[in-house]
């Protein structure tokens, strides 16, 4: 076994993952999983630059994991960031700020590389041999992969949950041309996404990360968020438009009160459940089977 730690650094939160893997299986093993919400993308898609005070959150989030990371004695690090990073001016301020607190440099990857390990993550712990459309929706980006046991093809597009609250949204609960104006981008992107990835022509649909799991776990009706609950639970078409629905015609104030959206979450979930909703649609996908484990997941086992 070796004892990896891999950190995800996106637009909207900043995740930790230290596992143990099994050189020859790739089985992981778990040892801490965790979440901070960080905004570092806050206000990048507009003045193009890393807010001084997004960044300060992100280090702050980083000295924690650094910490973690040295109590149980991982032996290997890889930090991956995305969205956000890549976009920015100032992108060597967030480098060099992780380069001393961490001891590591993050790789601002691309996209695709970013899809990658999305798809390796997700699809590790499902069995059979279905082709699967695999769907992050991240803060800054989206990506879409598709593959049996390996990657056929795959793009990012720049419709995150993040990104387009910031682009189109002025009102709570925001106002029908927002709305309009949201889902016009997304299937913009949707049209982008095609030219490259066969959406439509996959068996399942696997939905990662946080505003997929946050829908899934208001259709369940979950008291509290329960991470074992949600991981692989299947959420059909009709409960993604009924949550959409809910969440459109939401105050701040009643998102706020529905136990499993985190308190970070609050002002973008309903464009990443919009996001979300216009794929289904898109890909005429029945249910959106809801994976746990995603791009974090891919990253730790690439460093075994």
């Known amino acids: 076994m070796t004892r990896v730690a891999g950190i995800d650094c996106g637009t909207n939160s900043i995740r930790l993952l230290v596992a143990d893997v099994h050189p020859e299986t790739g ?15 806050q206000g990048v898609d507009k003045t193009g630059r890393l807010a ?3 960044l300060e959150r992100t280090f702050a989030a980083c000295r924690e ?13 890889r930090f991956v960031a995305t969205s956000a990073s890549r976009d920015a001016e100032n992108r060597q301020d967030f480098v060099d700020g992780v380069v001393e607190i ?27 041999d279905e082709r699967r459309l695999v769907l992050d929706i991240g803060g800054g980006s989206t990506e879409f992969v598709v593959g049996n046991r390996h990657v056929e093809a795959a793009r990012s597009v720049d419709i995150g949950c993040v990104r387009l609250t910031e682009r189109h949204v002025r009102h709570d609960p925001p106002t029908a041309e927002e709305v309009a104006a949201i889902r016009a981008d997304v299937r913009t992107a949707l049209d982008l996404a095609a030219e490259t990835v066969p959406i439509d022509t996959a068996d399942t649909l696997v939905g990662l990360a946080g ?51 985190h308190p970070g979450r609050i002002d973008v979930i309903i464009a990443g459940a919009l996001v ?29």
């Open 65 to 77: 994991y650094a910490a973690v990371i040295k109590d149980l004695g991982a032996e290997r690090l």
């Open 27 to 41: 089985e992981l093993i778990e040892l801490d999983r965790r979440m901070t919400i960080v905004r570092l993308g």
């Open 211 to 261: 505003s997929v799991t946050t829908v899934a776990a208001i259709a369940l009706g979950l008291p509290e968020y329960d991470s074992e609950k949600v991981h692989h639970s299947r959420i059909t078409a009709a409960q993604v438009a009924e949550v959409t629905d809910r969440l459109l015609a939401s105050t701040h104030d009643e998102r706020a009160a529905i136990p499993v959206i």
């Open 102 to 128: 961490l001891g590591v440099e993050p790789e601002v990857i691309t996209g695709d590389q970013e899809a990658e390990f999305s798809f390796t993550g997700a699809t590790g712990s499902l069995h059979g």
């Open 52 to 54: 001084p005070e997004a």
């Open 276 to 304: 979300l909703r216009e794929i289904v649609e898109r890909v005429g996908a029945s249910e959106v089977v809801v994976s746990e484990h995603d791009i974090l997941d891919g990253i730790a086992l690439s460093v075994a």
